[in-house]
């Protein structure tokens, strides 16, 4: 999501951090994105309501938390993210709003985790497993071992719902998309460049690099393919979707 080559380097960030200060995340990306708001409840709408122990990963600034902890009262988070500085923001975010018994962070790669099966340091197995706008930052080959590690970390009857970039289906629907962003930052009175000001340029760190999209049938096949029985797309809007499935 952020290709600028004209930035500097003290403008260089981790993979998914997108802008070069941590405070502009949370007005930024609303800006950057079309219908970031509506795409979050949507995963969060997929999640059932009780009893909820649910693994996050890449949380940000922890705005997909806040809202799962806000819509179900017995939900437990630990979330994972690679970048210090992004977890400290959701730390104190999820503290100031008096969740912090239900919300662990820890500082991790996810692709680690995918990479060790002998990892054992979050407990039990999950009811869910979420992300936002992070997986897509992994080569195919990584994506389809996190689907795998996901799936085997999931009781059953368990979901993974992830909302993430999808790779364009031709050159057509790339401008189709691309036309898309371009208006929805018109219609809040900026250009994309404009929100662009404020981006980073991601260079490589741990597992994750700068976009790598996959399609979203090829998701889906991987998902298929590392045993989610059930697979599903509750939310498409140009070249953004909310996909997953259930475990039996
Ligand atoms: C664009 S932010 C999205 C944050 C949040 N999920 C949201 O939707 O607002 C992506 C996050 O994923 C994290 N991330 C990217 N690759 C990662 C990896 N391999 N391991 C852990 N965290 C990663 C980044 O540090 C960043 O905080």
Known sequence: MNSDSTVSPARE?????????????DSGIRRLLPKYDEMLDVLVGCIASSNQRILELGCGTGEL????????????????????????????KIGAAGYESRWTGIELDFGEWANNPNFSGWGDKFNACISSLAIHH?????????????????NAGGCFWNADPVLSESTAMKDIYQAARED???SQGETLAQVRASVGTSVSYGYSNPDRLATLSAQLEMLQNAGFETVAVPWKYYGMAVFGGFVN
């Open 13 to 25: 960030i981790f993979p998914g951090e997108v802008f070069v200060n941590t405070a502009d995340f």
């Open 65 to 92: 938390s806040l809202k799962v902890l806000e819509c179900y009262p017995y939900a437990e988070i630990v979330a994972v993210d690679y970048s210090p500085r992004m977890l400290d923001f959701a730390r104190a």
């Open 138 to 154: 992994l080569e195919d080959e990584m994506k389809l071992k996190l689907f795998q590690r996901i799936r085997e970390s999931l």
């Open 184 to 186: 929805w930052a018109l």
